[in-house]
């Protein structure tokens, strides 16, 4: 739907550069921009694009305003800006309240007013939907189970027994949540399978990536924070706790009974091992393994970047050699002390 500049002003608090009558219908990029398309400039590597850009208007600071002739929505945060005009250009698609004729849907099940529930999914005893809920093709909700308000299950994903998932979530297709964790305890005879007692509880405006496994906890609950985002394909262990607004990159793995604090960001294919804390407002970089609690906010980042095979071998010889060159250094001290 097209948008008014002056509208979109108003609502966003911007400071408006230009004609408050011109629309705007869609988002697109500074270098793709056409007439009706609105663009934005976050990233200073794209300043010199926005004297050509075509696009009816830019997001952009002030400072950045003088090279762009055209309409523009000043503002502090471009990008932030950016993602709340394009909810408004682009929202999500509207289904109507129905129940898909293949879905299997149990009588004990309560659902709530406006609700979709899609073709080849499967609605468990006692689960309870709130209003306004999707629920996509091939989607499992197994016994038990509470959604809230607004809260879209893409499709195929799973949500397995008594875990209980706020308003306004999106879980993403293949996603499962509640599986058993990873308890096994060791006999004479062979692994013994921990019995998972918990659930997962997740709270308001939660987006959880494709193929994202989220463990139920083996006793007490894992719990996964309001406005918490995961990327695809993470793995979170039971009985880990993560705090509000806190983003896991794709690939991230948590193992059991770790706890993260609020507003941390893990890049992708960070690791924590079980059993640690991270405190609020701590940053891990890409790749980087967790072995020990983190106890001041900051950024914290232990990886080793690709180098030519040759030049790797040899960091490994030396590393190799550490243990022999440190007991060395040792002995040449200690000879040292001896004779001062």
């Not at 690791?271 to 970089?285: F, K």
């Amino acid at each position: 739907m097209a948008v008014s500049l002056g509208e979109l002003a108003a609502q966003f608090g911007c400071e408006l550069k230009g004609d408050p009558a011109a629309t705007v219908d869609r988002v697109a990029t500074l270098s793709d921009a056409t007439a009706g398309s609105i663009s934005f400039l976050a990233n200073q590597v794209y300043r010199s694009v926005l004297a050509t850009t075509r696009a009816t208007a830019v997001i952009v600071r002030r400072d950045d305003a003088t090279e762009f002739a055209g309409n523009a929505l000043l503002t502090d945060d471009p990008y932030l800006c950016y993602a709340r005009i394009a909810a408004v250009l682009h929202p999500l698609p509207a289904y109507p309240e129905a129940v898909h004729a293949s879905a299997i849907v149990d009588d004990s099940a309560v659902i709530g007013a406006g609700t979709h529930i899609g073709p080849n999914t499967c609605i468990a005893a006692n689960c309870v939907l709130g209003e306004r809920v999707y629920v996509g093709a091939g989607c499992v909700v197994e016994a038990g189970v509470h959604l809230g308000d607004d809260t879209r299950l893409l499709p195929n994903s799973t949500i397995m027994h008594g875990v209980q998932i706020g308003a306004r979530c999106i879980v993403h297709p293949g996603a499962v949540i509640g599986a058993d964790g990873f308890g096994n305890a060791m006999s004479r005879d062979g692994w013994v399978k921990v019995p998972q007692v918990g659930s997962v509880v997740i709270g308001d405006d939660v987006e959880i990536g494709a193929n994202t496994t989220i463990d139920r906890g083996s006793i007490e609950n894992t719990v996964i924070a309001d406005g918490v985002r995961l990327d695809n394909q993470i793995q979170i262990g039971h009985n880990v706790r993560i705090g509000e607004h806190t983003a896991l990159a794709a690939m991230v793995g948590i193992a059991g009974s770790s706890v993260i604090g609020k507003r941390c960001m893990l890049a992708g294919m960070a690791g924590l091992v079980g059993h640690i804390t991270l405190c609020d407002d701590v940053v891990i970089g890409g790749a980087t393994m967790v072995t020990k609690d983190i106890t001041s906010p900051g950024v914290y980042v232990a990886s080793f970047p690709a180098e030519p095979d040759g030049d790797w071998k040899r960091q490994v010889a030396r590393f190799r050699r550490l243990g022999e060159l440190t007991k060395r250094v040792r002995q040449l001290e200690k000879g040292k002390s001896d004779n001062e």
